[in-house]
């Protein structure tokens, strides 16, 4: 490997262990971390860890304090309501398509497979496994429509919906059973072609997150 190579593999690890402790709310939003810190942790030169912060600042997740250390910017409500009223558009408008489409009840038993890997996760210990699987849920439902332009719009919605789901169920204990249990009947809808329920459901859902996240 190259001394390119390598200094590119050495930036794209401080870059993804940083990242990944934003968006599970490992390092939480307003904390300051340094370079060192994550140099140290990582066993780096400081350099690729400087490349990894300015990658995360470009991404707003960070915001550069020379000789400081990085901020890591909270999440904050607007993102939050923001986040939430996109979702809703766009996961209400694939369930409508979907059951036109009359492929609610294929959709329904693809959902109900993640469901259940998500079933099998221990909370709180492993609360970013069961985000990724809640984002996983609701993502193959918009996928199902079959409109590329919102799957991308919907992918790119992924790291805020990811760190506005891990915000909203840190040391929560309530809402986990509760996200299952209306995951399970978002798959009894569309299964049985119930686009009302379904409508109102999903926006009722989504909001919930979005009220938890916000506090």
């Known amino acids: 490997m190259s001394t390119r190579d390598r200094s590119q593999a050495a930036g794209d690890r401080a870059y993804h262990w940083t990242k990944d402790r934003i968006l599970d709310g490992r390092l939480e939003g307003g904390?300051?971390?340094?370079?060192g810190e994550v140099a140290d942790a990582l066993q780096l030169s400081r350099t690729p860890v400087r490349e990894a912060f300015l990658?995360?600042?470009a991404e707003g997740l960070l915001r550069l304090y020379p000789k400081r250390?990085?901020?890591i910017v909270p999440v904050s409500p607007n993102e939050v309501h923001d986040i939430a009223e996109?979702?809703?558009?766009l996961e209400r408008h694939a369930a409508a398509k979907v059951i036109a489409a009359g492929a609610h009840r294929q959709v329904a038993d693809k959902m109900r497979a993640v469901l259940d890997e998500q079933r099998a996760v221990s909370m709180p210990e492993h609360t970013p496994r069961f985000t990724k699987l809640d984002r996983e849920f609701h993502a193959t439902l918009v996928q199902a429509a079959g409109n590329q332009l919102f799957d991308e719009f919907y992918s790119g919605l992924r790291d805020r919906q990811l760190r506005m789901v891990n915000t909203a169920l840190r040391d929560n204990t309530v809402r986990p059973p509760i996200?299952?249990?209306e995951h399970a009947r978002i798959c009894d809808l569309l299964a049985a072609g119930d686009a009302d329920g379904l409508q109102a459901l999903i926006g009722d859902h989504i909001s919930a997150v979005r009220d938890e996240a916000a506090h």
């Open 31 to 35: 904390r300051l971390i340094s370079e």
């Open 55 to 57: 990658r995360l600042s």
């Open 69 to 71: 250390g990085a901020l």
């Open 86 to 89: 996109a979702r809703i558009f």
């Open 179 to 181: 996200i299952l249990d």
